[in-house]
């Protein structure tokens, strides 16, 4: 079951920066300072930190010590930051120096008056599903991955297309012939999946999205599945598995990828007033002539 996290009062907020953006100094002494009038604390992470010259605590120190997590950047870097925070029970939220931002709720410049709500609890907490992949290697568990946006089970090389073997609660369900093929929470459902031509998904919604990228056959469609169900892929040839288009792991023949919703999910922080379908309507220029 996993557990609901309720707004609180905040007194003490860990800060993560988009990596190699030494500019973000500037930025991150204003957000500091800011929140220090409202008698919030502020730490960063060691890596943040070294970049712009600051000292800092390892990421699982201020895991344990911050009441939330703050990443201040783009989506990337609060989609990161809610990987490496995985089991932690931690609310996240972002400040948005990025483009898009569905995900980065405030804009520098709103944080002065959301700071307030951030001192006395009034602000909302949306539960993100993620997905969890075990990679099976000689049938044995080689590693556990998350991902909050998507997996993404593709070719190796630039030309040609790949079979990917998919099972269904353990029934073969289909092969695809594509470039890749992704599998994808309702949250992700606006990243890659959107581009591929997947359905946009309510992000709160317990879906999983299955998006083949280029597909050979016509009939090779998107599909919504449920959120119980357990998924196995396999490759007749080497591939990539990428998460959240941040890191990857080679993919071997034989190898087995088990993926399923994770019992962990996202928390993220949002103003009482945030409205996803004006969000949407407002980033793809929706009703717009």
Not at 62 to 76: A, R, V
Not at 118 to 127: A, Q, R
Request: glycine share 6%.
């Amino acid at each position: 079951m996993t557990p609901v996290l309720q707004p609180k009062k905040i007194t003490k907020i860990g800060v993560v920066l988009r990596p190699s953006t030494p500019n973000l100094k500037s930025v991150f002494e204003q957000i500091q300072a800011l929140l220090k009038s409202y008698e919030i604390e502020v730490k960063l992470d060691s890596i943040s930190a070294a970049m712009i010259g600051f000292r800092g605590v390892e990421f699982a120190t201020l895991t344990q010590w911050s009441d939330i997590l703050l990443s201040i950047g783009g989506d990337g870097t609060l989609i990161s930051m809610i990987r490496r925070a995985t089991g932690k029970n931690i609310a996240c939220m972002g400040i948005n120096t990025g483009r898009l931002g569905f995900l980065t709720a405030i804009m520098p410049s709103e944080l002065q008056c959301f700071a307030l709500n951030l001192k006395n609890g009034t602000y909302d907490i949306k539960n993100h599903m993620m997905l969890e992949c075990t990679l099976l290697r000689d049938n044995k568990p080689y590693c556990t991955l998350y991902a909050l946006n998507e997996f993404l089970i593709s070719k190796q090389n630039l030309s040609g297309l790949i079979d990917i073997e998919a099972k269904i609660d353990n029934w073969n369900f289909n092969t695809y012939f594509c470039d890749a093929l992704i599998v994808g929470t309702p949250t992700g459902s606006t990243a890659y999946n959107i581009s591929a031509g997947g359905s946009v998904v309510y992000p709160y919604s317990k879906n999983i999205l299955l998006t083949p990228v280029a597909p050979h056959s016509l009939t090779q469609r998107p599909l919504v599945i449920d959120n119980s169900i357990k998924l196995e892929f396999s490759t007749k040839e080497s591939a990539l598995l990428i998460i959240d288009g941040q890191e990857n792991i080679d993919i071997y023949p034989r190898d087995r990828i088990l993926i399923q919703e994770s019992k962990d999910c996202a928390y993220l922080i949002y103003p009482k007033e945030r409205n996803y379908f004006q969000i949407l309507r407002e980033k793809f220029k929706w009703g717009e002539l």
